[in-house]
């Protein structure tokens, strides 16, 4: 007699019904935009998302436009669907940024919204009714950086220390067309040996050991950070394609190009395989620890507060590490001080020896030209006489 086939009780059926949840409540995803002025902040997130979300200031009412005296917020809100899913996206711009010549806390407001956020959140959950909670958390933090060539400026290094203790921090390298490949390599080098050194924390996408696949995606796009990007909204046709990028008189960029551009490394780390980890993350660890924080201070007054949380997010301030990177950094600069000071009295002196050689040269040929006229003349006044 054959034993019936054991039917399934239908646990294993749990994650369809969540995915049917998830895809009827759609996402929630925010990132914010961080980096000085002209490098392409506004271009690269329309280039993300393949639409119109930010405008360009007109390039007269910007040099007309008086500068800004404190670093400002904006929050474009969207509604994107793709396959019938709908994802709710907030861009956190952050104009002024950098653009001062003392930019001495200037990244205050960008701090302070990011704690803001958390204790917005934090107050909603505390309410009797909590449907209707408004989340601005920042999920990702799009730290922009100038392509230099050399190295991270004090400015960079203090505020992604900051940032990188409240949210996902992923440092991108603006406008890479503008650097060779070589270059880049270094650049990108000596940011990593920076970020080691001064114990900045930046988002590292987990590795997933059962699935080989997804294990070394993940790896490459860790050691591709920081991200070297180039962004355009224009379309050329390329082999009878149309594809995006920037057409110079020497060639073509293609922005989805790896050989280019980490461009598409970043849309899969924000957009196809991480953003979940980077919304849980968020909730998991950062929101977290701004909660534990707040619990545990919660007898405090706010200034209080928020300064015992800022000195505990701000614990490796003090790191020998830190020190010894500031000291190696002051030392490198001097020493190219020298260097550059050393070139230009050589240069100088070039010239002043160069400015000699020519009027030598000059006074030679003066002579030789009145030498010449006054031998005209003799044989004019003897051509006179026959």
Not at 193 to 218: G, M, N, W
Request: charged fraction near 30%.
């Amino acid at each position: 007699m054959s034993q019936a086939a054991i039917e399934p009780i239908g646990i294993t059926n749990l994650p369809n019904q969540r995915y049917k949840i998830v895809s009827k409540k759609g996402a929630t995803f925010t990132i914010m935009l961080a980096g000085e002025s002209g490098l392409g902040k506004t271009t690269f997130i329309n280039t993300l998302f393949q639409t119109t979300l930010k405008t360009h200031p007109e390039l007269r009412n910007r040099l007309n436009s008086p500068i800004r005296k404190t670093v400002e917020i904006d929050i474009v809100r969207a509604e994107l669907e793709e396959k019938n899913f709908k994802l709710n996206l907030n861009v956190v711009d952050t104009p002024g940024f950098g653009d001062n010549v003392n930019n001495k806390n200037a990244w205050q407001p960008i701090i302070d919204f990011i704690d803001d956020q958390h204790h917005s959140y934090l107050k909603q959950e505390t309410q009797p009714v909590r449907a209707n909670r408004k989340d601005l958390r920042v999920h990702a933090v799009l730290y922009f950086i100038r392509p230099t060539g050399h190295t991270l400026k004090p400015l960079d290094i203090e505020v992604m220390k900051k940032l990188g203790t409240r949210a996902n921090l992923i440092p991108v390298i603006a406008k890479a067309d503008t650097l060779t490949p070589n270059e880049m390599l270094e650049f990108k080098k000596r940011i990593r040996e920076i970020i080691e050194v001064q114990d900045i924390r930046i988002y590292s996408p987990p590795i997933e050991l059962d699935d080989q696949a997804a294990s070394e995606h993940a790896k490459q796009l860790i050691e591709s950070m920081p991200f070297a990007v180039i962004g355009s909204e224009e379309e050329f046709e390329v082999d009878g394609t149309y594809v995006k990028g920037r057409k110079y008189p020497w060639g073509f960029v293609d922005v989805e190009n790896d050989q280019h551009c980490d461009f598409r490394k970043l849309r899969s780390l924000l957009l196809r395989t991480n953003m979940l980890d980077l919304i849980l993350s968020t909730n998991e660890l950062h929101y977290e620890t701004f909660r534990t924080i707040k619990m545990q201070d919660g007898t405090q007054g706010d200034s209080d507060s928020t300064a015992a949380l800022d000195k505990k997010l701000d614990r490796f301030s003090s790191n020998p590490k830190f020190l010894e990177e500031e000291k190696r950094i002051k030392r490198y600069f001097a020493e190219q001080l020298r260097n550059e000071d050393q070139r230009f009295k050589q240069w100088k002196q070039n010239i002043h020896t160069e400015k000699n050689r020519l009027n030598h040269d000059l006074a030679t040929l003066q002579n030789e030209l009145k030498t010449l006229e006054e031998q005209v003349k003799a044989l004019k006044e003897k051509k006179g006489r026959m």
